[in-house]
T-cell receptor
Framework: GESVGLHLPTLSVQEGDNSIINCAYSNSASDYFIWYKQESGKGPQFIIDIRSNMDKRQGQRVTVLLNKTVKHLSLQIAATQPGDSAVYFCAEKFETSGSRLTFGEGTQLTVNP | DGGITQSPKYLFRKEGQNVTLSCEQNLNHDAMYWYRQDPGQGLRLIYYSQIVNDFQKGDIAEGYSVSREKKESFPLTVTSAQKNPTAFYLC???????????????FGPGTRLLVL
């Protein structure tokens, strides 16, 4: 399954499928990106990050892809599990903003058993 | 057990009342942040502090105040001037390495503020 982040804020997938969550970021001068997972009523949890000098970074069951040409960031979750159901946010840091992050609106991922 | 704690989990405010939300971290992080989250929206930065006794306004600071008297604490006061305070408030922190605050922010569990 695939979502377009800001344009399609919900994504529903079957357990075991791979999920792709997309994020169109705003600033071509952004040099750092993070994906967070937020479960209902809880604080965001760090998943994975990537710097602008990289195109791809892998973690446990997750991969982040960065396409600077079109200002696009994606989060791939392999073998999606019911526990992956949450809202996923991307955040970007502008080159000149110090440690400040700018957050997207998020995508709600629902995993059906 | 290291982490960021926020209290209370739920807070009720009467009209015209100031309320203070607590944020404490024992991660030895240098920078701390306060965000506001409204339903179906992303996080918006209220205030942040990169060092003790110093803080800067974020994008929506009006109606809020903060202090940073200790490294581990960054309380947020929602004043009566904030006319629409109902929201989920999140505190975060990040470490400084080599004198530079790192971008990776770690969040507390949040406080939900409701107006009576």
């Amino acid at each position: 399954g695939e979502s377009v982040g800001l344009h399609l804020p919900t994504l529903s997938v079957q357990e075991g499928d791979n999920s792709i969550i997309n994020c169109a970021y705003s600033n071509s001068a952004s040099d750092y990106f993070i994906w967070y997972k937020q479960e209902s009523g809880k604080g965001p949890q760090f998943i994975i990050d990537i710097r602008s000098n990289m195109d791809k970074r892998q973690g446990q069951r997750v991969t982040v892809l960065l396409n600077k040409t079109v200002k696009h960031l994606s989060l791939q979750i392999a073998a999606t599990q019911p526990g992956d159901s949450a809202v996923y946010f991307c955040a970007e840091k502008f080159e000149t903003s110090g440690s400040r992050l700018t957050f997207g609106e998020g995508t709600q991922l629902t995993v059906n058993p | 057990d290291g982490g960021i704690t926020q209290s209370p989990k739920y807070l009720f405010r009467k009209e015209g009342q100031n309320v203070t939300l607590s944020c404490e971290q024992n991660l030895n992080h240098d920078a701390m942040y306060w965000y506001r989250q409204d339903p179906g929206q992303g996080l918006r930065l209220i205030y942040y502090s990169q060092i003790v006794n110093d803080f800067q306004k974020g994008d929506i600071a009006e109606g809020y105040s903060v202090s940073r008297e200790k490294k581990e604490s960054f309380p947020l006061t929602v004043t009566s001037a904030q006319k629409n305070p109902t929201a989920f408030y999140l505190c975060a922190s990040s470490i400084a390495l080599g004198g530079t605050v790192q971008e990776t922010q770690y969040f507390g569990p949040g406080t939900r503020l409701l107006v009576l």
